[in-house]
């Protein structure tokens, strides 16, 4: 049954989840306060959403070669950032089988939809599997909240537009590690009835400091989109002194990853999760042969640039490449960088075979200098990335 009507539920996948929130918001209006209002908007979280349902009953069905575990661990992690709870999924379930009879109509009998509740609780029941086990790790009890307030210690202004914010525990209590590529989700509250809203973001320290860090770009509406909610919060409204709701750290990308030389390339902002990892390995491997490369629009926009120095010292063998769209004030302030203008050529990464590399970026950015290391040979599953948004690259589907 599953296998005669994917191609339908898979071409109105996205007409399915766009029905489905609006239906699940008007009956549960909390729920707002947990779901990104600007991915609602910009479609990005109905897309994922679909395409991992119709991705997991591909996977039932054995027609898919991807392998599964990797987007199932993707949506757990995000999934338990947020505290998502298994009597969510009653809800959830109950709204996306409501949107499906919706928008197929006819086309789902009695039979259909049994088939399709079957494969969303088998999802559920992995999902909610997992997610126990990671809350279990996180030392968070059946029913305790996920929340934690923490402190505003310092507040760097990196570049113009972006901010680094250090954070103690406000009770006083220990400083959690993490594993550098993690991120934590901030919940901030915002004015009038706009209520909660949640946003992740990497940690950029080093794991182990007595803080965190993240380090905040602050989102500009284009084309008359409105600016970035939480971004805008952050670097308006938050100062020394003041607390923040945070979740534990969560993300399955580790930065650090295997053993060997690393190869490192991040593109704006997408460079925290390299910061979390140089600091790192700058106490742990400071022998380990790293390359960094980096592409920002100016030396002046390139964020946490001013570590760069000091981690050269501790690294010997940190290499770096910076590719700045302009390079006019590329005034190099101690740094031992080869500097090339433009955007990131893939020809000119250095790729050393025995790599294991992250990328971090915008989406294109990535998909553009995959596909060049992919073609230069570099093994698909030494290539790690984390998109700063729900899914994943669009060859994986999610
Ligand atoms: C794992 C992970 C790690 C991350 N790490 C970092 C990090 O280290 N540093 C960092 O700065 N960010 C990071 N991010 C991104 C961060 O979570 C936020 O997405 C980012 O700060 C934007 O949030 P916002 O609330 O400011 O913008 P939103 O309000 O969520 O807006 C996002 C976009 O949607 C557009 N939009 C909103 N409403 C509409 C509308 N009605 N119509 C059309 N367009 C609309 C906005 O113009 C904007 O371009 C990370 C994300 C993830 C998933
Ligand atoms: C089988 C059931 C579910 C599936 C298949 C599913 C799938 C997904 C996917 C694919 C993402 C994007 C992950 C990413 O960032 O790449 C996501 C995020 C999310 N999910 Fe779920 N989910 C399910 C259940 C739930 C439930 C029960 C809730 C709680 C009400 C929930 C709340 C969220 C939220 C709030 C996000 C982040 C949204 C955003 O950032 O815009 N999900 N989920």
Request: with cysteine.
């Amino acid at each position: 049954m599953v296998k005669a009507t994917l191609p339908v539920v898979q071409a109105h996948g996205e007409a399915i989840t766009g029905c489905f929130y609006p239906r699940m918001f008007k009956a549960h209006p909390e729920l707002l306060n947990i779901f990104n209002r600007g991915n609602q908007a910009n479609g990005a979280q109905k897309a994922a959403l679909a395409a991992s349902v119709v991705a997991y009953a591909e996977h039932l069905l054995g027609t898919s070669d991807l392998p599964w575990e990797p987007i199932l661990e993707r949506i757990a992690q995000k999934h338990v950032s947020l505290g998502i709870s298994a009597p969510q999924y009653t809800i959830v379930g109950r709204h996306l089988m409501a949107a499906i009879g919706e928008v197929l109509g006819d086309a789902v009998t009695p039979e259909v939809a049994a088939a399709w509740d079957e494969v969303y609780w088998l999802f559920a029941c992995e999902l909610i599997a997992r997610e126990a086990r990671l809350y279990t790790e996180a030392g968070i009890a059946e029913g305790q909240s996920i929340w934690r307030e923490w402190r505003i210690e310092n507040r760097t202004e990196e570049t113009r537009e972006v901010v680094s914010f250090t954070l103690v525990p406000a009770d006083g209590g220990t400083v959690p590690t993490f594993t550098p590529g993690q991120y934590v989700s901030v919940a901030v509250d915002l004015d009038g009835d706009r209520g909660q809203q949640i946003r992740q973001y990497s940690l950029s320290g080093r794991p182990d400091a007595d803080h965190w860090r993240i380090t905040v770009k602050r989102v500009r509406g284009i084309d008359g989109a409105p600016d970035g909610v939480v971004s805008t919060f952050l670097h308006e409204r938050v100062q020394v002194g003041d607390t923040l709701r945070l979740s534990p750290p969560c993300g399955e990308v580790s930065v650090v990853a295997g053993e060997g030389p690393l190869l490192l390339v991040s593109a704006g902002i997408g460079l925290t999760p390299a910061m979390a990892a140089l600091e790192h390995l700058a106490v742990t491997e400071p022998e380990r042969p790293v390359v960094l490369v980096h592409a920002d629009r100016a030396g002046t926009a390139h964020a946490m640039r001013n570590d760069l120095p000091r981690l050269q010292e501790q690294l010997p063998n940190l290499r770096m490449r910076l590719w700045y769209e302009d390079v006019t004030d590329s005034q190099l302030l101690g740094l031992k960088a080869e500097v090339a203008s433009g955007l990131v050529d893939p020809e000119q990464i250095p790729v050393n075979p025995d790599a294991h590399v992250h990328l971090c970026g915008p989406v294109p950015f990535m998909t553009t200098v995959r596909g060049g290391l992919l073609r230069r040979g570099v093994p698909r599953e030494r290539i790690a990335y984390e998109v700063f948004g729900p899914g994943m690259l669009r060859d994986e589907r999610v």
